[in-house]
């Protein structure tokens, strides 16, 4: 008892080995066998207090081996006096998702392991205390590691108890309906497929439970437990959803759509069978919800409208679902949609049946059909916004057409291209659709729109052109370099004069720019600097490189990328060109003042993020550059700076790693180069050069 009184009393203390002294000697007074049942049931309590307290894994497992130990020589007691601790627990997971909770949830889910393996029979409400703790660990609420390692201690558990795996599926089966225990019973039934045992579990009455849990649902279920279930459909059979879930999933999309569009979606993307029979009658019940005025409704109805055309790979019925949306789009049942976030919506699931698995020349009639619809509709929309949409979509479809496409949708771009009427954003959408189609078999298309291009590039080449027309211009320029001979002699004089210019990379249209026209001046730019047909004027050069640098220090991730092949690529071509972009990058990273090293990775003081000026430096570093101690030398300071110091620990190093470069060679040869350039930027960046001659004299 001595012990006990010793634990409860100093079970809250924060060093680790004292912590372990207490639970020792509980450990050896429990062993005995002697303490009374009052005690044990204190001393469960004072273990399950440890909850949130302990948080370093050797004291968890302590708790741990103490419960098990407890459980296993009082029996029943201590058993009961755990689970109906672990029922309390379980109201502290009901709560919103919480990923900080997760580790807590896996602990009192090791504990609940323990009172299932102790417990003969095992009660319903214990097995939902387990099932309610492991849907706690589940990856979108907790994290993958906690789910794993649940679900290892779970199977862990059913190898040491088999008949447990039966007695679980049977009990929480015949129960009242329990959403957590989906999780419970997806892992089983992946377990009892892995293991061999699947006689032991019947799918039939799975997929039921399942239909009565979730699709037969009033309230929203937590996405949690849903993306856990992909297990219970991995061998469903075409007899088994018609049967069994297509009912309940047509009801559920007209009773209760707002709650239970999501999780549809997700049984859909998870099925093993081909959809394209049951496609139209599903998209009935789902067409009205795209034009919802819950943004939520239509978001989950546009991703049930996407993993339904994953699914389908017969085109009679996906051409009948088309239909469906264009008969939407144009009237809608309830009357036209007037609404533009409603169009934007049912546009975005036309362009969501590009995914459709489909044959070739299936496709291409899909493809014609699609475009064939949206033409007419573009020339009808009003609205700007709404219209960019369209053509986005339709641009999406263009890849799908046949060698052939329709004269009238080429008629419809040129003229709209050509429109003096057309909205700049409207006529850069037209250019991007220009591309798509003149994409390899039909290149020979470009030649019925160069006067439309050649127009654009016209009204770009003025005195003082705005940033719109200028946009369109880069998008022309890009279309005309891409469709080109590869010996680009048949590119137009006028391009090669406004390239030459410094029109298309004025920081003004860099700065206004949208991500995609960001990615067309990339790749505008590599193919006029590695041109064979021309040669750019040095000043040029150097203004396409400073636009280059600029897009790379101010992009998001996507266009980053990019960018960093396409500046590994400029260096490759001419090395000299390294030079120049690393002078670009000392003299930015030079304008300011600068966080502190210990700052967290955040945007510099020109208003890029670290993340690019390091990624800019990897994309520099080529083994193959002539004079690779010179650009050693010159990036000593720029891989200093404090916001990179945040992100890697001696990034110089690694870039003279990448370089092929042994630095104390480069030290010892190159020692007045490397002072000199740290002592002209003293006065300037005292914290930068301090950084660097810690580097040098180490």
Known sequence: MEAVRAFVKHCTTSKTSVRRKLIADLNAAAASGELPAPAVKLTVHALASTLF???????????????????SVYGSTAVQSLSNVLEDCCSYFQ???????????????????????????????????????????????????????????????????PELVEECGSCLLSGEPHLPSLCLLAVLTEHCRGSGGMEKVQPEELLAYFSKVVLASRTTPPQAVVATCGPLFKKMSHQQFSTLLLPATLKCLLRNPDELLEAVAFVVSVLPIDCSQYAVDIMKNTTAHLSSNRPPTRCHALSLVSSLARQCSDPAPMELVLQQLFTVLKKSPSGKL????????????????????????????????????????????VHTPTAVVAVTTLRRWCPLLPDSPPSKVLEHVKAAVGGKTTAPLLRVAYLHCILELCRGERAGLVSQFRPALLQCLERASGSSPQPAALEEALVACHVLLKTSAPDGTDIPSQLWALVDSDQLVSPKLISSASRESKQVLLCVAEGVLCSESYQLREVAQREWLRAVLEVTLQASWTTRKLAGQCVSRLVQRNSSWADILLEGVNKTVAKGDFPAQSSPPGPLQGDFPAQSLLHLLWSLATPTHPRKEELAVQSLLAAHHPAVACLTSGAWEKFLQRLEVQPRTLV???????????????????????????????
């Not at 307290?53 to 459980?71: G, I, M, P, T």
């Not at 609940?112 to 102790?118: D, F, G, L, N």
């Not at 934007?344 to 362009?351: D, K, M, Q």
């Not at 740290?678 to 660097?692: D, L, N, Y």
Request: contains cysteine; aromatic residues 4%; hydrophobic residues 45%.
């Open 53 to 71: 307290r302990y948080s370093d894994h050797a004291s968890k497992l302590a708790v741990e081996n103490a419960l098990e130990q407890l459980c």
């Open 95 to 161: 709560s919103p998702e919480s990923p900080s909770l997760a580790k807590s949830a896996l602990t009192a889910f090791r504990w609940s392991c323990i009172a299932v393996a102790h417990s003969q029979p095992t009660p319903l409400f214990l097995l939902r205390c387990h099932a309610s703790l492991l849907a706690a660990t589940a990856p979108i609420q907790g994290s993958k590691k906690a789910w794993s390692s649940a679900v290892r201690r779970l199977r862990r558990l059913w190898r040491s108890r």
């Open 338 to 381: 007037t609404v533009a976030e409603h169009r934007c919506s049912v546009l975005a699931a036309i362009e969501a049946l590009t995914q459709c698995p489909l044959a070739s020349a299936s496709q291409q009639h899909l493809a014609t059909k699609a475009v064939e619809e949206l033409a007419p509709f573009i020339k009808q929309e």
């Open 668 to 698: 010892a040869q190159n020692t007045d180069e490397l002072l000199t350039a740290v002592i002209e930027k003293v006065a300037t960046q005292p914290g930068i050069c301090r950084r660097a001659l810690e580097t040098l004299v180490r």
